[in-house]
């Protein structure tokens, strides 16, 4: 293995509590009920239209675009106030001391990556940080197949670490190793019959990981 690609929003940063939060102010202005961090990870999904769908959220009457709008002017400004989730420093640094180049593919808008990135310090970690051209978080299915065309990476040497089905479903499509780390935005029951490698946390993670970096043996 060379190279890692890593999802993110509930894989890097801890950020299921300003998620779930922020969505229930939406659901508040239109008397739809309310969820918990728990029920946000029974039903969070992709495309995140069918997400919207299931809370009660009516697509026919509303432009999902302005829904995306208004979550993001309560999730932005809480974005500085998560913390990374539990391990993850430790993971990134085991990865680029045994000579794994790391870069981050999120779903969400491409120029909110970037700047995630930048304000909790991790820029020099990542030789790329690749989002969507707009908020609707559809697949990142095709960024992810210009992320390696970008930088010429081997899929089959690249690992894709994120904390989704549709992490899964897309490091897949384009040939890379998927590992689930369940301390994000979907809980494990989500994930059964998934071809996947599961870790209950980052700590579990590395020590799966020898020192050539491949994982699951």
């Known amino acids: 293995m060379k190279s890692v690609i890593w999802d993110f ?3 890097i940063l801890d950020d299921v509590g300003l998620a779930t939060r922020s969505m229930n102010g939406l659901l508040r202005r239109r008397g739809l009920p309310t969820i918990d961090k728990a029920a946000h990870r029974r039903v969070f999904r992709f495309p995140v239209s ?24 309560v999730y932005q ?5 998560c913390s990374l989730n539990p391990g993850i420093a430790d993971a990134l640094k085991f990865l680029e001391e045994h000579g794994m180049d790391q870069f981050v593919l999120s779903a969400a808008e491409e120029e909110m990556v970037v700047s995630w990135v930048r304000i909790h310090g991790l820029p020099e970690r990542f030789k790329g940080a690749y989002g969507l051209q707009d908020r609707l978080a559809a697949t990142k299915e095709q960024r992810c197949r210009d992320l390696i065309e970008d930088f010429d990476l081997d899929p089959s040497a ?10 899964v479903e897309v490091a897949r499509a384009v040939g890379c190793l998927p590992l689930v780390v369940l301390q994000g935005h979907q809980d494990r029951f989500r994930f059964a019959g998934a071809e996947c490698e599961i870790y209950d946390s980052f700590h579990d993670l590395v020590k799966a990981l020898p020192v050539d970096g491949t994982a699951g043996r």
Do not use: C, K, M, V
């Open 77 to 81: 400004a809480g974005i500085g106030s």
């Open 9 to 11: 929003n509930g894989t």
């Open 50 to 73: 069918n997400y919207y769908r299931h809370l009660g959220f009516d697509l026919d009457r509303e432009d999902q675009r302005d829904i995306s709008d208004e979550f993001h002017n």
């Open 158 to 167: 690249t690992l894709f670490i994120g904390d989704t089905d549709h992490d």
